[in-house]
């Protein structure tokens, strides 16, 4: 097992336009997290899924943002009508439920121009 | 909520000397405590981690923390620094089902 991968690792988009990344996470691993990072700071939480199911949503993802994790394998998040506010690293995690350890893909950094 | 504190933004130290970054954390609960670090336009990478148990926990390279309940606080020290620990590091509190709620993150420079 590779981990867990992101793609792409880096996107630009001009303001306005949708852009939509990719999460595969470590094969066994049930719960799937993304995180945003913005320059010179800790990650924040944006949303995370056991399989299938999205439990918990931060209000940093505002209606723009939508994320889903159709069959419980990878995720996608989608960000809609960009801003340039909205970039920074995108971060996805994975873990076991019953697990202590989440492991983070390289993420990808997107640039709304 | 819960939330974490690192107190230095920037650490800026000689190669082969000692280290310490600081983590406060707040929290009504038990704990769980984490380091991570990450490299240049990488992911992060676990470090180590306080879940219960000896209230000091070690790395594979070298590094050590020490969960103080009393002082909430869960340090990260190196007695001897190498270039290649030049990173950013940060502390991070499980809230919940296993969500992270991190520091703003040390900078460690190590300058030869």
């Known amino acids: 097992d590779t981990g867990v991968s992101q793609n792409p690792r880096h996107k630009i988009t001009k303001r306005g336009q949708n852009v939509t990344f990719r999460c595969d996470p470590i094969?066994?691993?049930?719960?799937l997290y993304w995180y945003r990072q913005t320059l010179g700071q800790g990650p924040e939480f944006l949303t995370y899924?056991?399989?299938?199911?999205?439990?918990?949503k931060s209000r940093l993802l505002s209606d723009r943002f939508s994320a889903e994790r159709p069959k419980g394998s990878f995720s996608t998040l989608e960000i809609q009508r960009t801003e340039q506010g909205d970039s920074a690293m995108y971060l996805c995690?994975?873990?076991?439920?019953?697990?202590?350890?989440?492991?983070f893909g390289q993420g990808t950094r997107l640039t709304v121009v | 909520a819960q939330s974490v504190t690192q107190l230095d933004s920037q650490v800026p130290v000689f190669e082969e000397a000692p280290v310490e970054l600081r983590c406060n954390y707040s929290?009504?609960?038990?704990?769980?405590l984490f380091w991570y670090v990450q490299y240049p336009n990488q992911g992060l990478q676990l470090l180590l981690k306080?879940?219960?148990?000896?209230?000091l926990v070690e790395s594979i390279n070298g590094f050590e923390a020490e969960f103080n309940k009393s002082q909430t606080s869960f340090h990260l020290r190196k007695p001897s620094v190498h270039i290649s620990d030049t990173a950013e590091y940060f502390c991070?509190?499980?809230?919940?089902?296993?969500?992270?709620?991190f520091g703003q993150g040390t900078r460690l420079t190590i300058n030869p």
């Open positions: 991070a509190v499980r809230q919940g089902a296993q969500k992270l709620v």
């Open positions: 929290s009504s609960v038990s704990v769980y």
């Open positions: 094969s066994e691993h049930n719960r």
């Open positions: 995690a994975s873990s076991l439920a019953l697990g202590d350890e989440a492991f």
């Open positions: 899924f056991q399989n299938e199911a999205q439990l918990e």
């Open positions: 306080y879940l219960s148990g000896s209230t």
